[in-house]
């Protein structure tokens, strides 16, 4: 099976022409071949991509990628439920189901399990499968070791895996708007302040270390997960998806370097540099992998 | 007689001792887990071993309570077999409910002891009616405990388009965290909460003094609040910290160290529909069990009889701390 | 953010402000006592040492606030111990536990929630959290009191000792 890059949904609040031109250039200029797009975090936030979404999906589908629409994931309000029952039953759409509730609300029919729903071993992959499943991204917090027993379990039953190899790691979410909070405000009285933030807030311990980054409802890491030393290794346990999750700065820098490593035309230090050099000023983390704390970069398996 | 029906009253236990006390103090039922990964509240010294849960629910069930066995972590792939046994020395127990928060174990449940009452615990996260009927639908759940996140009025809504019971927390610790996905913790010490059933670590957990009687707390080798002389603390996790942003300087960026208190609510839960409430605190010590276990009862019995019962007490027990009717009395809460 | 390596330096107790050396706290007189309650309680209660697991092995330092002396623990079956220590010595210890002398003996009676002891705090921990959280939730589990425990090992003497320690309880949490 060869090796792929999808490029997970955005989480912040663009504007919704940035919003745009992101994806066009994404359709004009990437190898990305599959696209998950749509508002996982906040259903006040989905109505302001609502005129550039049909633009951005001819100009995905035309450039021949696979456009799959991801569902909110916390899902408490009616405004919640109602904007994943739009998604979840539109016709002919492939959806990448981020919460049980879309699983509910779905017609039968091949779909896709995305990083926010737990999938953590054999027998929760084998319900997902069951029900329709054909890939399955993984949460970012499972080891090597669980990602390559999932990878086992997942190869009878015809499911592909995907792992997030490179953007912020979503730690949390909530049923509160931690940006809202910040500015004194509420989630339903918020007045979109997240737009402020187009990489989240970042969130800074007494110490004054960089330590969180606030995305609205959505605590995120501050470093920047990047597995491309890893890449080799997760497709020897039988993992061949890898995504990217947009940051607003050093996405195309990113993709372009992880399929350059997937295709041996540069090595992973080189690529790293590359990365290093344009990216949001936040340094990379790959710990979950290495079964450590998340936040920390380790060149290789530390010894025990 | 009021028009309310007596709801379950549903106590937590981490010890034998504690659960003896729970069931003396009132408790219809009591919800305890394993000792190591297989429960959210794998704290050292705390839960029960196969012998120990054997007895307690001896105990329990000679005097009518109900015991309710949270297996409610999630297990990481290749090591499911931990989960599955505890499953299984549960109900050869016979306890009266699982606590179920991974979709592959209550599979498990559903498939290999169909006739075990099968629970869906807060860790499983579903917080809308769709998620819950999934897991109705798929495993025979028989009753949901609901997220902290939901106003009476929600609550009443969830009720009226769900098959099954509701258990909902009254009391205890409280976060707008959504429950059974935050990987916080795995973050800052590489042991996560969900696959390893531990939220802030004690082994990772540090007070660190400073020479004005004021109080650092550390995860891992975070700073997560610093606590000047003279103030309450708060339990030592991540969103009950005091952080910095660009808009605000040393606030609690995510909540409030602070209890949720709903005795006043006590009346409309019933009438919204919910069979059970919930008091939090597993991790807490014998003395917290029967004072609250025992207010509890007490007021739970005067409501059903139609009673205006003397709730002062159970104030008391928040006494020095703060405490909160949370998302369940307004959503401006969130 | 601390440095890593921090975390893992011993920890000594030093307490630079304790008073002139008291001549009228003999410590040696108090160790065998010392030394025959906790192999009692240790007789009674062997379930726990099963509760505390590796932290057995763990020395914590008690700190009560106006008592003259510290008195240092090591709950481990194999190799108990529970000594006076002046407070004047340099003491190593994995977790220290203080307080006033009153709070310390509710707490570990279970007669009050060490949780909120800690929330208001009346008790501070410092050291290996772990270990005091293990010692808390073994206590806890003790039906029995430790003060009635403490009593019953002196025998015929018990009834003349609790009321000791009850008239203790009284004279130091009046002074603290």
Redesign the interface.
């Known amino acids: 099976m060869s090796a792929q890059l999808t490029l997970g949904p955005v989480q912040y609040n663009w504007a919704p022409e940035d919003w745009r031109d992101f994806y066009f250039k994404i359709a004009d200029e990437t190898p990305v071949k599959t696209v998950f797009i749509g508002e996982v975090i906040c259903s006040k936030r989905a109505p302001l991509y609502d005129n550039q979404l049909p633009d951005v999906v001819e100009r995905l589908h035309d450039a021949g990628k696979h456009v799959i629409f991801s569902t909110l994931s916390e899902v408490t309000t009616d405004i919640d439920r109602r904007l994943v029952k739009r998604v979840a039953i539109s016709e002919g759409f492939p959806i990448e189901a981020n919460d049980v509730s879309a699983l509910q609300q779905m017609a039968k029919g091949p779909h896709h399990i995305g990083p926010l729903m737990n999938c953590y071993n054999e027998e929760a992959l084998e319900v997902y499968a069951a029900n329709g499943a054909t890939t399955i991204c993984l949460n970012p917090e499972i080891p090597r070791d669980g990602l390559a027993a999932l990878a086992q379990a997942a190869e009878p039953l015809g499911v592909e895996l995907e792992v997030q190899v490179y953007g912020r790691v979503s730690l949390a979410l909530s049923a509160r708007c931690y940006h809202a909070r910040a500015h004194n405000r509420t989630k339903d009285s918020c007045l979109f302040v997240c737009d402020e933030d187009p990489d989240g807030m970042r969130l800074d311990t007494l110490e004054g270390d960089k330590f969180l980054t606030v995305n609205g409802i959505q605590t995120q890491s501050h470093s920047v997960l990047n597995l491309i030393d890893c890449l080799d290794d997760l497709q020897s346990i039988g993992v061949n998806r890898f995504r990217i999750s947009p940051q607003s700065v050093g996405t195309f820098t990113a993709i372009h370097a992880f399929n350059d490593v997937l295709n041996g035309r540069i090595s992973p230090s080189e690529a790293l540099k590359k990365m290093r050099d344009d990216c949001v000023d936040a340094p990379f983390s790959n710990g979950f992998y290495h079964q450590r704390p998340g936040y920390e970069w380790h060149d290789k398996v530390p010894a025990e | 007689m009021s028009d309310l029906i007596k709801p379950e009253l549903v106590c937590p236990a981490g010890t034998p001792a504690s659960l003896r006390t729970a069931v003396d103090a009132g408790a219809n039922s009591v919800y305890c887990g394993f000792k190591g990964p297989t429960n959210a509240r794998n704290f050292p010294g705390l839960n029960f071993s196969k012998k120990e849960l054997s007895e307690s629910v001896k105990y329990a069930h000679d005097k009518d309570a109900m015991v309710l066995a949270a297996i409610n972590s999630f297990p990481t792939a290749g090591r499911t077999d931990i989960w599955k046994q505890a499953v299984d020395d549960a109900v050869e127990i016979g306890v009266d409910a699982v606590i179920i928060a991974d979709i592959g174990m209550a599979k498990y449940v559903a498939e290999q002891h169909p006739n075990q009452r099968l629970h869906l615990s807060v860790q499983a996260g579903a917080s809308s009616p769709e998620a819950i009927n999934f897991y109705v639908e798929r495993f025979n759940v028989k009753r949901v405990v609901l997220p902290r996140i939901l106003t009476v009025p929600e609550i009443k809504r969830v009720h009226d388009a769900i098959d099954c019971e509701i258990e909902a927390f009254v009391f205890g610790n409280i976060g707008m965290m959504a429950e059974g996905r935050c990987s916080l913790t795995n973050y800052v010490t590489g042991i996560s909460t969900n696959m390893d059933g531990v939220c802030s670590p004690a082994s990772h957990v540090d007070y660190e003094p400073d020479d004005d009687d004021g109080l650092t707390t550390r995860l891992g080798d975070f700073a997560i609040d610093c606590i000047s002389c003279g103030e309450t603390a708060g339990y030592p996790t991540i969103c009950k910290g005091r952080y910095d942003t660009a808009h605000k300087k040393n606030y609690y960026a995510f909540e409030e160290p602070i209890s949720l208190n709903l005795t006043r609510l006590l009346p409309d839960l019933m009438r919204a529909g919910v069979t059970a409430l919930k008091i939090e605190g597993r991790q807490r010590s014998r003395a917290y069990i029967r004072s609250v276990v025992s207010a509890f009862r007490d007021a739970v019995d005067a409501y059903a009889a139609g009673d205006e019962p003397d709730i002062t007490e159970l104030i008391a027990l928040t006494e020095g701390h703060k405490e909160t009717q949370g998302a369940f009395k307004s959503k401006s809460w969130r | 953010?601390?440095?890593?390596h921090k975390?893992d330096q011993p920890r000594i107790f030093k307490d630079s402000q304790a008073g002139p050396v008291s001549k009228a706290m003999p410590l040696f007189a108090m160790q065998p006592i010392l030394r025959r309650i906790v192999r009692h309680v240790a007789t009674l209660h062997p379930e726990l040492f099963?509760?505390?697991?590796d932290?057995c092995r763990k020395h914590f330092l008690i700190d009560a606030k106006g008592m003259p002396f510290l008195l240092l623990l090591r709950p481990d079956p194999d190799n108990l111990m529970l000594v006076a220590k002046s407070r004047h010595e340099e003491i190593p210890y994995d977790v220290l536990v203080s307080g006033k002398f009153k709070t310390l003996l509710r707490m570990i009676d279970?007669?009050?929630?060490?949780?909120?002891l800690?929330?208001?705090?009346d008790i501070?921990?410092?050291?290996d959290?772990?270990?005091?959280?293990?010692?808390?939730?073994?206590l806890?589990?003790?039906?029995a009191t430790l003060a009635d425990d403490v009593a019953t090992a002196f025998g015929p003497l018990r009834g003349p000792v609790r009321a000791s320690i009850d008239a203790a309880t009284k004279i130091v949490g009046s002074r603290t």
């Open positions: 953010m601390r440095d890593k975390r099963e509760r505390l697991e932290s279970s007669k009050t929630d060490s949780d909120a800690f929330f208001n705090r501070m921990v410092t050291g959290t772990e270990a005091i959280v293990a010692l808390r939730n073994a806890d589990d003790m039906d």
